[in-house]
């Protein structure tokens, strides 16, 4: 009994090899030994001895769908080809710094801003490092002029990320009230920032933002002759 014949009674993969059955004649002429196998779904295929002995084939046809989905399937974060939000934000970091077209490349990639070596390529080390997102929260950096890397980024709050933007600059903002008696003045007060404390009692005198104009009464105003 040759080696072909031992094949009878086989399994590879969903395959379970039948018998021999007849050669298959190539268009250069070769002659290519093949095989009546059973797939586990109740199909019958011929199979060539070299696709059944490397694992090119191993179903008819039926398992094409699930080993599609497994191939394309590495980390899970896009089930049904909807990203989870740390997927969605490491494909928003990498778009900001790299994306020439991305709407925010000038005030990152543009700017200079990087990923580091370990995230730039792996979603898996980004999620690694940065865990679950929690809700209500994105992707901030601690130094906004710093990298996208491990000891810089975090996940914070839109009040957060407001607090800690950068050129953020404090100013004095300028009201005009009116008396009941036509005379008017000026009040200053601080913005509501979070900010505000480090303008008070800390030397800090920021300018402002309108400067009053001289007021004049109607009587002094000039009228047209």
């Not at 913005?191 to 009692?201: A, D, E, H, I, N």
Request: aromatic fraction near 8%; charged fraction near 25%; proline fraction near 7%.
């Amino acid at each position: 009994m040759t080696a072909l014949t031992q094949l009878a009674g086989q399994r590879f993969a969903c395959f379970l090899v039948l018998r021999r059955a007849p050669d298959l004649v190539q268009r250069n002429g070769r002659r290519r030994t093949a095989w009546h196998c059973l797939c586990d779904c109740g199909a019958e295929r011929v199979v060539r001895t070299e696709h059944l002995v490397s694992g090119r084939s191993q179903s008819c046809g039926c398992r094409k769908p699930e080993m599609c989905r497994a191939a394309n399937v590495t980390h899970g974060h896009i089930p049904n080809r909807r990203p989870t939000p740390e997927y969605q934000s490491w494909r928003g970091m990498k778009g900001r710094c790299l994306d020439l077209k991305h709407i925010g490349f000038a005030r990152y990639g543009g700017r200079g801003i990087k990923i580091c070596e370990r995230w730039i390529n792996s979603f898996e080390a980004f999620l690694a490092d940065m865990g679950p997102r929690p809700a209500g929260t994105s992707l901030d950096r601690i130094d906004a002029d710093s990298n996208y890397e491990p000891g810089n980024c975090r996940w914070a709050t839109h009040h957060e990320q407001r607090v800690n933007r950068r050129g953020k600059k404090c100013a004095l903002l300028v009201q005009t009230r009116w008396h009941s008696d036509n005379s008017r003045y000026v009040s200053t007060r601080y913005p509501s920032t979070p900010r505000r404390s480090q303008c008070r009692g800390q030397g800090f005198d920021p300018p402002l933002l309108h400067q009053p104009k001289p007021w004049k009464s109607k009587q002094s105003r000039s009228c047209p002759v």
